[in-house]
Nanobody
């Protein structure tokens, strides 16, 4: 059973930084892609960033490119999302996701419980 546990959310002022963590367990993740989605109030869940567990290839949504950095620690089975230059529009619940293969879409993905990120103006 795959388990994903997020941490690191909180309240920050615009221009500030936060780092989210996602601790993964229950599987060997070498053939998985891991990543983050977010959902703001009244909006659909959207893709933020992904990283392949083997090879560490990354991809980002245009809205966060240049501000967010995704990384992984294979020894700790943990994925991180470093968020810099935060904007009020980054306010959302952030979800960690894992999916077998290299394509990260919502269908057939495993999910964490979510962590709230609030950016004040």
């Amino acid at each position: 059973q795959v388990q994903l546990v997020e941490s690191g959310g909180g309240l920050v002022q615009a221009g500030g930084s936060l780092r989210l963590s996602c601790a993964a367990s229950g599987r060997t993740f070498s053939s998985y892609v891991m990543g983050w989605f977010r959902q703001a109030p009244g909006k659909e869940r959207e893709f933020v960033a992904k990283i392949t567990w083997s090879g560490g290839r990354t991809a980002y949504a245009d809205s966060v490119k240049g501000r967010f950095t995704i990384s992984r620690d294979s020894a700790a089975n943990t994925v991180y999302l470093q968020m810099d230059s935060l904007k009020p529009e980054d306010t959302a619940v952030y979800y960690c996701a894992a999916r077998q293969g290299t394509i990260l879409i919502q269908r057939d993905a495993y999910w964490g419980q979510g962590t709230q990120v609030t950016v004040s103006s």
